[in-house]
Each structure stands twice: as structure tokens, then as C-alpha cells.
């Protein structure tokens, strides 16, 4: 049996190998595997156990030392940082995307406290801000959710829906720290979803939201959304705390 020759295949190039090796290191901290205070093996022992050059594996300890996962001590070695008391934003962005449907419990009701706080605020600021284009991305994810029949599709349109909500409050920080949660929101609400028909009251949540930002009525948009998140977050609370805690 002969090779297929129409296959092709991506050339593995020294930065992606190099994005690989920080990966599995990032994921043995996260995991726990590695635990803060751990000691690093010496690099020329991850060089070989990784089948890399050492002068790769220093790079990816440099990069790792950079988003605050690990701190170099001169002569010392390399120490496993406690990344919840030490975290920065691109750890934020890791553990984003880092088995979200695993994620442990503290750590899921503390998204959803952020969560809460981002999307509040940004409601009150979308009525007061919102441009009649940002409006009209907000209606365009709407409609992509009542369209939609299949999960992914109508899973995109909810998570586009708070997205055109978080730009429209005018603040680009508060839509950037939304969207870096996206891996994480897109797992919640496959999860959320796929369990009973709960499609049609969001739906109509959403109009309603939908509906307070055009009339620019700040209250009736703050109600909205609170239900609109009442709904979503306890909902999937039991479902999350119920199979995966």
C-alpha cells in the first residue's frame, strides 16, 4: 500500500516547536503536577527528557518567567510560581484556555462574579455610548441566534451578542478582557445548553436586552440583563458544581 502523496503537512518550525514546549510545561502547572515552590529540573535534564535543544528549552523558561509562571533565581534555579496570588494577564489568558470544562469550582465562581461585574457595566454604558453601528452588531448576533438551529451556530451568536456588547460601551479594555474569556464562555454554554430546552427563554431574555439598548432606557436594560445572567450563571452552576465538582 503506497503513501498518499495529496496529504501535506505543516513544516513544525522552531517557534511553534518552541510554543509546544511552553504549552506542556503551562499545563503541568496548571494541572498541579507542578506545584508552586516546585524546583525546575536543570535544563540540559528538560532538554533531554523533551528531545530539544537546551538552548530552546532556556528560551521557553524565559518566555514562561515573562507571563509570571515561574521566577529565576541566579544559582539557585527556576521556582514554580503560586499564579493565583501572582497572576498576570497572559495566565489569565492561559488558564482561559486550559481545560475549561475542568476548571475547579473556586475558580469558576470567580469568573462568574467578573463576569457579572464586565457585563453590568458595560449595559449602563452601552445605553448612554452606543453608536447606532454598534447597535446594529448587537442585533446582527440576535438574529444569528434565533436563526441558528444547530449548537455552535446559536453558541456563537450568544457569545457574539455579549461581545457587540462589551465594544458598545466604548471602553476597548472592558471588550478585550470579555473576549479573552472566550474559550471558557464557549465551553459554559455548550454545556448550558445541550442540557433541557432553555434555548427559548434566552432567546427571549436577549430580545428584551435587545429591545431596553435601542430605547436607551438604562434601567429597563440593567433588568434585562440581570435576568438575562440570573438565568445563565445559575443554571449552569448546577450543572457545572453537579458533574464536574
Known sequence: ????????????????????????????????????????????????????????????????????????????????????????????????????????LELFDNMMDTRRLIEYECTRLAVQNAADRDLQKIGDAFHTMTEREDMQGFVNGNFSFHHALASA?????????????KPAIHCFLRLYFSAGNRRDASVEHHRELLDALMKRDEAAALEAIGRTLDMGISGLERIYKREIG
Open 1 to 104: 500500500m503506497g503513501y498518499i502523496m495529496a496529504l501535506s503537512f505543516s513544516k513544525l518550525t522552531d517557534s511553534s516547536l518552541k510554543q509546544c514546549v511552553v504549552q506542556e510545561l503551562e499545563n503541568k502547572i496548571l494541572s498541579g503536577e507542578l506545584k508552586p515552590g516546585d524546583r525546575l529540573p536543570p535544563e540540559r535534564e528538560l532538554a533531554s527528557a523533551m528531545g530539544i535543544s537546551r538552548s530552546l528549552v532556556n528560551l521557553c523558561i524565559l518566555d514562561l518567567d515573562s507571563k509570571g509562571f515561574v521566577s529565576i533565581n541566579p544559582r539557585k534555579g527556576t521556582f514554580v510560581n503560586d499564579f493565583r496570588r501572582q497572576g498576570t494577564l497572559q495566565i489569565l489568558l492561559s488558564l482561559m484556555n486550559y481545560n475549561s470544562d475542568r476548571m475547579d
Open 169 to 181: 460601551s466604548g471602553n476597548a479594555v472592558y471588550a478585550m478582557i470579555f473576549n479573552s474569556f
